[in-house]
């Protein structure tokens, strides 16, 4: 096939998500290199298949075009000549837009145990100044053309930005402390609606602990009937104006009536119908906790819940292991499959817990 390679980046430990949302979203596009990495992986789609394709996806933190490597890179001299092969073929993908050709460029640097740290130690900041653009590792600002430079030893390779911010994020993103990344909620939904029936699907999507809504704004865009609810009215109310804000949300009074204040310690809210539950559980850090024991009991009797009606949860939380413990002690004998991953999630490996029926 021939076609325009592209490098998507995702969050570690969500890497078969995003890889079978890239599948249902182009089918005619082929998987190259290293898909085993926890970070990310190469694609090929064809010519006429536009940018603006890629904004379809939610799992993924971001793509960009490849413009140098994947390649071996033993010393300083080898690194010049990828970073000039690299300003080449930016150049010509740069001809296909309007942007200035005089404007400096940026570079986004993520490495592990680099090169140029083992035997015969160099200085990269040089060459990347020479051969892109005037690029500086201090940068704070991120400029309309950024190179992402992807070092795992001595494998690398660069690739351009698509767009303005990095795909995973959402310009309406309420600021607040602790708000969960979209790309991370688009996955914790995808998981979700693993192995459930249309019917169920149906009856929508609950998150329990909803926060600024990142959650429920994605399974809106799923197409998905949502539910949400927090102990904080601040919480709740951040969550109906970003609802709001999103075409097909329902008027008003319906938002008010699916968004509402609750706290879980007082049961199962009659009001929701939703088989599927997905959320955030709280970490003590943006909502001091008293007793996980009492949260996770709680959390636990929605499980149980979810999954007699065909359902299923998807429950991020930093302390998986007690969670399944308790879910485990409620659902006695119920016939039930779970599973739990972790994920790297600034700078933490919080756990994402999976429990569904068997099927």
Request: net charge positive.
């Amino acid at each position: 096939m021939s076609g325009r390679q592209f490098v998507l980046y995702f969050t570690k430990g969500l890497g078969d998500v995003a890889l079978e949302e890239f599948r249902e979203m182009f089918p005619t596009g082929t998987i190259i290199g290293d898909v085993e990495s926890s970070r990310f992986f190469g694609v090929e789609i064809p010519e006429d298949v536009p940018t603006t394709a890629w904004e379809r996806l939610r799992t993924v933190d971001d793509v960009r075009l490849l413009v140098a490597g994947p390649v071996e890179i033993r010393n300083e001299v080898e690194f010049a000549d990828l970073c000039s092969a690299a300003a080449l073929a930016v150049n010509r993908a740069r001809s296909r837009d309007t942007r200035s050709s005089h404007e400096r460029w940026s570079v986004t640097l993520s490495v592990r145990n680099p090169v140029w740290r083992q035997g015969e130690t160099w200085d990269p900041a040089a060459v990347i100044a020479e051969h892109l653009k005037g690029a500086t590792l201090d940068a704070k600002i991120r400029q309309p053309v950024d190179l992402r430079l992807q070092v795992d030893e001595d494998r690398v390779h660069i690739a351009m930005n698509l767009f303005a911010q990095p795909l995973g994020k959402c310009a309406e993103t309420p600021s607040r402390h602790g708000a969960l990344r979209p790309s991370v909620a688009a996955s914790l939904i995808w998981l979700g609606m693993r192995g459930v029936t249309p019917q169920v699907l149906r009856d929508g999507l609950y998150d329990p602990f909803c926060g600024s809504g990142t959650i429920v704004a994605q399974a809106m865009r799923h197409g998905l009937r949502v539910f949400a609810s927090d102990i904080s009215d601040e919480a709740v109310r951040l969550t109906r104006e970003r609802l709001a804000r999103i075409k097909g949300a329902g008027d008003e009074a319906d938002i008010l009536h699916r968004v509402f204040t609750h706290d879980v310690k007082r049961g199962f809210p009659s009001r929701v119908r939703a088989g599927v539950i997905v959320s955030n559980l709280p970490w003590g850090k943006q909502i001091k906790i008293d007793r996980h024991q009492e949260l996770f009991d709680a959390v636990a009797g929605f499980v149980e819940r979810a999954i007699k009606n065909g359902g299923s949860c998807a429950l991020l939380t930093t302390k998986e292991d007690r969670l399944i413990a308790r879910i485990r002690r409620q659902l006695h004998d119920e016939d039930a499959q779970i599973e739990s991953r972790r994920i790297g999630l600034l700078g933490q490996t919080p756990g994402i817990v999976i429990a569904r029926a068997k099927i």
